[in-house]
């Protein structure tokens, strides 16, 4: 929220790097259901809020990780 609020792209670049850090963890914790929906919307808001940020081909890893994480 702070990159949408004041366009410093020192946020989006550590937004980035957060959002690339939890797209490769091996599963979201799929054993306790909260856990992996409040990952998902965490990922889901960044993904919205650093869209224009991102290139194309880290959106489409932040899209598999999302899919593939919640169907674990």
């Known amino acids: 929220m702070a990159y949408q609020l004041t366009g410093d792209v020192k946020y989006a670049r550590r937004l980035y790097e ?3 850090n939890v797209s490769s963890f091996k599963d979201w914790n799929p054993y306790h259901f909260l856990d992996p929906a409040e990952m998902m919307e965490a990922v889901a808001f960044a993904y919205d809020w650093l869209y224009d940020y991102m290139e194309p081909s880290f959106r489409e ?10 169907a674990a």
């Open 61 to 70: 890893t932040v899209k598999t990780a999302l899919v593939e994480k919640l």
């Open 18 to 20: 957060e959002m690339s």
